[in-house]
């Protein structure tokens, strides 16, 4: 299986910078996409960016110009840069990626991971 591995959560201002990061560890072949999700108390989980493998990406409507998402492919890692902090950005921010294994030399199949999650919470 794929293990994704958070860090770099933790208490930020309102105002300013955080960095959060998420490697992904097992018998990779390929990544598709790997994104971010956020979770905050009494609220459904929802989408906060996401960057597939040819550099693509998405953001939800509440960070963009805010926040920037990157990935080194040859690490499995991505990055998401959150600047401009906002008390609504405080939540549980969980890596996701989706790609394939190695299951054999000649075969491989997809897979779905979640991180941990890391608290992120910024204060007024």
């Known amino acids: 299986q794929v293990q994704l591995g958070e860090a770099g959560g933790g208490l930020g201002q309102a105002g300013g910078s955080l960095t959060l990061s998420c490697a992904a560890s097992g018998d990779i072949f390929s990544i598709k996409a790997m994104g971010w999700y956020r979770q905050a108390p009494g609220k459904q989980r929802e989408l906060v960016a996401v960057i597939t493998n040819s550099g693509s990406t998405n953001y939800a409507d509440s960070v963009k110009g805010r926040f920037t998402i990157s990935r080194d492919n040859a690490k499995n890692t991505t990055y998401l840069h959150m600047h401009s902090l906002k008390p609504a950005d405080t939540a549980f921010y969980y890596c996701?990626?989706?790609?394939?294994?190695?299951?054999?030399?000649?075969?491989?199949?997809?897979?779905?991971?979640w991180g941990q999650g890391t608290q992120v919470t910024v204060s007024s």
């Open positions: 996701h990626a989706a790609g394939w294994v190695r299951i054999a030399s000649w075969a491989t199949r997809s897979f779905t991971s």
